[in-house]
C-alpha cells in the first residue's frame, strides 16, 4: 500500500530554516512526481513545490521561489524541502503527495491523489 510520512517540522523563529522530509514506502518512488502542499489555519490548501520523477524538473510557488529548494533521493525513498528565511506567513501543516505524472510538474492539488498525514511548521518570535 502506498504510504507518505512528512517528518521534520516545528516552531522556528523568522529567518530560521527546517528541512522536512517525505519518506515514501509501499511504491517505487522513481515512477512518482512529489509535490509539497501547505494549508494555513482558515486557509485553503495552496501548492508550494513540485519535484518530477527523476529530479530534472522542479516548480515552486511565487511566495517561496528563492527561499524553499525541494530535491530527491529515490534510493533512500525520500524527497525533502529545504526551508530557508521562514517567515510568519509560512506557517502551516505541510504535506506531500504522490501523483504518476511525467514530464513537468506544477503543484496542483487535483494532479495528486496519494497524500501523507502532514506536518506542522510555526513560524513565530
Known amino acids: 500500500q502506498l504510504q507518505l510520512v512528512e517528518s521534520g517540522g516545528g516552531l522556528v523563529q523568522p529567518g530560521g530554516s527546517l528541512r522536512l522530509s517525505c519518506a515514501a514506502s509501499g511504491f517505487t518512488l522513481d515512477y512518482y512526481a512529489i509535490g509539497w502542499f501547505r494549508q494555513a489555519p482558515g486557509k485553503e490548501r495552496e501548492g508550494v513545490s513540485c519535484i518530477s520523477r527523476g529530479g530534472g524538473s522542479t516548480n515552486y510557488a511565487d511566495s517561496v521561489k528563492g527561499r524553499f529548494t525541494i530535491s530527491r533521493d529515490n534510493a533512500k525513498k525520500t524527497v525533502y524541502l529545504y526551508l530557508n528565511d521562514l517567515k510568519p506567513e509560512d506557517t502551516g501543516v505541510y504535506y506531500c503527495?504522490?501523483?504518476?505524472?511525467?514530464?513537468?510538474?506544477?503543484?496542483?492539488?487535483?494532479?495528486?491523489?496519494?497524500w501523507g498525514q502532514g506536518t506542522q511548521v510555526t513560524v513565530s518570535s
Open positions: 503527495a504522490a501523483a504518476r505524472l511525467i514530464g513537468l510538474c506544477v503543484p496542483i492539488s487535483s494532479n495528486f491523489g496519494s
